[in-house]
T-cell receptor
Framework: DTEVTQTPKHLVMGMTNKKSLKCEQHMGHRAMYWYKQKAKKPPELMFVYSYEKLSINESVPSRFSPECPNSSLLNLHLHALQPEDSALYLC?????????????FGQGTRLTVV | DAKTTQPTSMDCAEGRAANLPCNHSTISGNEYVYWYRQIHSQGPQYIIHGLKNNETNEMASLIITEDRKSSTLILPHATLRDTAVYYCIVRVPLYNFNKFYFGSGTKLNVKP
C-alpha cells in the first residue's frame, strides 16, 4: 500500500465554521507534511511532523491547527478561515532520516472558504 | 525559499524526447535533486531523484552536471499523458526528517 489518503476531497466552509482535514498512510512513514497550493503556484510547506511531534511550523496563522494523533494519521483543524485561505491542501509522508526515499503525496483537499 | 529555477513552460512533440532543465546553483553536498509532476491539480507524483550520478528508471532519466549546479529531466518518448507541471525539488535532510523545496515548476505541453 503506497497511498496517502486525504478526506474530504472537496470542502466548502464559511468563515465562522470549524472543520478538519484528514490524512492517512499505512506505509510506516514517520514524517508527515501539510502543504498549501494556490492556483498555478507550487506547493508551499506549512507543517512537518516527525515521530508524531511538530518539527516545523512555517509561520502558519493560528487559524490552522495541525494534529498528529498517531503515526498513521495527520489532521489539520480549520477555524475562522478567510477567503484567501481557499486552496488545495496536500498531505505527504516519507521515511524519516537517514533513509533516502521519496515523499508520497495524497490527492489533496480542495478547500473553498465563503 | 526556492532552491531551484525552472523555465515556466516548454512544448514537446508527441513521441519526441522532452528535456526539462533545472538550475540549483546553491545546492549543498548532502542535498538530493528530486523531480515530481502534477497533472491538473492532482497530488504530485514522484518521478526520479539523484545526488550526483545520472539516474534512470522506467519513467525518465536524470542527468546531473558534474558541479551539481544544474540537472535535466529527460522523458525519452513523450506522450499526451505526459502533459503536466514538472517540479524540480531539492531535498534537504534535517535532523530526523526531510524538507522538500519546490521550484516554480515547468508546464510541459506535449502536442500531437
Amino acid at each position: 500500500d503506497t497511498e496517502v489518503t486525504q478526506t474530504p476531497k472537496h470542502l466548502v466552509m464559511g468563515m465562522t465554521n470549524k472543520k478538519s482535514l484528514k490524512c492517512e498512510q499505512h506505509m510506516g512513514h514517520r514524517a508527515m507534511y501539510w502543504y498549501k497550493q494556490k492556483a498555478k503556484k507550487p506547493p508551499e510547506l506549512m507543517f512537518v511532523y516527525s515521530y508524531e511531534k511538530l518539527s516545523i511550523n512555517e509561520s502558519v496563522p493560528s487559524r490552522f491547527s495541525p494534529e498528529c494523533p498517531n503515526s498513521s494519521l495527520l489532521n489539520l483543524h480549520l477555524h475562522a478561515l478567510q477567503p484567501e485561505d481557499s486552496a488545495l491542501y496536500l498531505c505527504a509522508s516519507s521515511q524519516a532520516l537517514p533513509l533516502n526515499t521519496e515523499a508520497f503525496f495524497g490527492q489533496g483537499t480542495r478547500l473553498t472558504v465563503v | 525559499d526556492a532552491k531551484t529555477t525552472q523555465p515556466t513552460s516548454m512544448d514537446c512533440a508527441e513521441g519526441r524526447a522532452a528535456n526539462l532543465p533545472c538550475n540549483h546553483s546553491t545546492i549543498s553536498g548532502n542535498e538530493y535533486v528530486y523531480w515530481y509532476r502534477q497533472i491538473h491539480s492532482q497530488g504530485p507524483q514522484y518521478i526520479i531523484h539523484g545526488l550526483k550520478n545520472n539516474e534512470t528508471n522506467e519513467m525518465a532519466s536524470l542527468i546531473i552536471t558534474e558541479d551539481r549546479k544544474s540537472s535535466t529531466l529527460i522523458l525519452p518518448h513523450a506522450t499526451l499523458r505526459d502533459t503536466a507541471v514538472y517540479y524540480c525539488i531539492v531535498r534537504v535532510p534535517l535532523y530526523n526528517f526531510n524538507k522538500f523545496y519546490f521550484g516554480s515548476g515547468t508546464k510541459l505541453n506535449v502536442k500531437p
